[in-house]
């Protein structure tokens, strides 16, 4: 294993391009009942983008999808009840939603992909690790927490009372612009909210039993903090493990810390493909 911390200077040249639908990108399977939206961007190994809580594929991915897109078979996904895929009433959970990746996978014929994930997405990316790993070729797990105490106690203190307004607003018009319903926007934070307020702790031992090569990429001002990150880094067989300046997703350019003139991506990308295309260890 490898323990990498990436000290970014302001050199570094921006991304360039930043994601824009492409025509025939957008498709719908009925899985899990779910109407599940993906996207399919380019060729080569296949490569799952999850998006974090509240989000949608352009609010996480807007600044890395049309560089991946140039190496990977991307395969975007928008989660229950987020962006514009349907709610099927019930409430959200970790392990549906790798479930869910899982089916989607089925659907498509693809035996395995790599999974990259971020924030809530991140959770889901190791689960599906954990519970699908016949289909996981290797893990990006960005700005998550696979435990309570990998955050500060006000953070979860701060869902018991959350509303709508408390929501990052690039984010609310992310959905509006892509689902145009007030409702669907409340579903979705009130799903997202409860399934904070309802979290539980994945095991050591679970993170323990991954046998693909990890890598854990986080923020030093995130939303976990960078001792968690080391920790679920040290707990891996094969992880690798790199921490950048910033706050939660501003390495890749996610709309909720999203700054004109960053230069993070480009340098976020490039720790990105080194990993992804490193050849796996028999």
Same mark, same amino acid.
């Not at 869910?100 to 693809?110: C, F, G, K, Y």
């Not at 035996?111 to 954990?130: D, E, Q, R």
């Given at each position: 294993? $490898?323990?990498?911390?990436?000290?970014?200077?302001?050199?570094?040249?921006?991304?360039?391009?930043?994601?824009?639908?492409?025509?025939?990108?957008?498709?719908?399977?009925?899985?899990?009942?779910?109407?599940?939206?993906?996207?399919?961007?380019?060729?080569?190994?296949?490569?799952?983008?999850?998006?974090?809580?509240?989000?949608?594929?352009?609010?996480?991915?807007?600044?890395?999808?049309?560089?991946?897109?140039?190496?990977?078979?991307?395969?975007?996904?928008?989660?229950?009840?987020?962006?514009?895929?349907?709610?099927?009433?019930?409430?959200?959970?970790?392990?549906?939603?790798?479930?869910?990746?899982?089916?989607?996978?089925?659907?498509?014929?693809?035996?395995?992909?790599?999974?990259?994930?971020?924030?809530?997405?991140?959770?889901?990316?190791?689960?599906?690790?954990?519970?699908?790993?016949?289909?996981?070729?290797?893990?990006?797990?960005?700005?998550?927490?696979?435990? $309570?105490? #990998?955050?500060?106690?006000?953070?979860?203190?701060?869902?018991?009372?959350?509303?709508?307004?408390?929501?990052?607003?690039?984010?609310?018009?992310?959905?509006?612009?892509?689902?145009?319903?007030?409702?669907?926007?409340?579903?979705?934070?009130?799903?997202?909210?409860?399934?904070? $307020?309802?979290?539980?702790?994945?095991?050591?031992?679970?993170?323990?039993?991954?046998?693909?090569?990890?890598?854990?990429?986080?923020?030093?001002?995130?939303?976990?903090?960078?001792?968690?990150?080391?920790?679920?880094?040290?707990?891996?067989?094969? #992880?690798?493990?790199?921490?950048?300046?910033?706050?939660? #997703?501003?390495?890749?350019?996610?709309?909720?810390?999203?700054?004109?003139?960053?230069?993070?991506?480009?340098?976020?990308?490039?720790?990105?493909?080194?990993?992804?295309?490193?050849?796996?260890?028999?």
């Amino acid at each position: 294993m $490898r323990y990498i911390i990436i000290l970014i200077t302001l050199t570094m040249l921006t991304a360039n391009s930043t994601y824009a639908q492409t025509a025939n990108a957008g498709h719908y399977a009925d899985i899990n009942g779910l109407h599940m939206y993906y996207e399919l961007h380019g060729e080569g190994p296949a490569l799952v983008l999850i998006h974090g809580g509240g989000s949608t594929i352009n609010t996480s991915f807007s600044q890395l999808l049309p560089a991946l897109a140039r190496h990977y078979q991307v395969i975007a996904v928008e989660m229950q009840a987020h962006g514009r895929t349907n709610d099927r009433n019930q409430p959200l959970s970790f392990e549906q939603d790798a479930d869910d990746v899982s089916a989607l996978l089925d659907h498509l014929n693809i035996k395995s992909a790599a999974i990259f994930g971020f924030s809530n997405g991140a959770t889901t990316a190791l689960l599906m690790a954990i519970r699908h790993p016949q289909q996981v070729t290797r893990v990006v797990a960005a700005s998550g927490a696979y435990k $309570r105490t #990998g955050c500060d106690p006000r953070f979860w203190e701060g869902f018991q009372h959350a509303s709508l307004d408390n929501m990052p607003q690039p984010l609310k018009d992310a959905y509006l612009q892509v689902a145009p319903d007030p409702k669907g926007l409340q579903t979705m934070f009130n799903r997202d909210v409860e399934r904070m $307020r309802n979290f539980e702790d994945m095991k050591d031992e679970e993170i323990r039993s991954i046998t693909v090569p990890v890598l854990v990429l986080h923020s030093d001002h995130d939303v976990s903090s960078p001792e968690h990150a080391v920790e679920t880094y040290r707990l891996l067989q094969h #992880g690798e493990l790199a921490i950048l300046p910033g706050g939660h #997703g501003e390495y890749m350019g996610a709309a909720e810390t999203s700054q004109a003139g960053n230069t993070m991506p480009a340098a976020t990308l490039t720790i990105l493909t080194t990993f992804l295309d490193k050849p796996i260890a028999k």
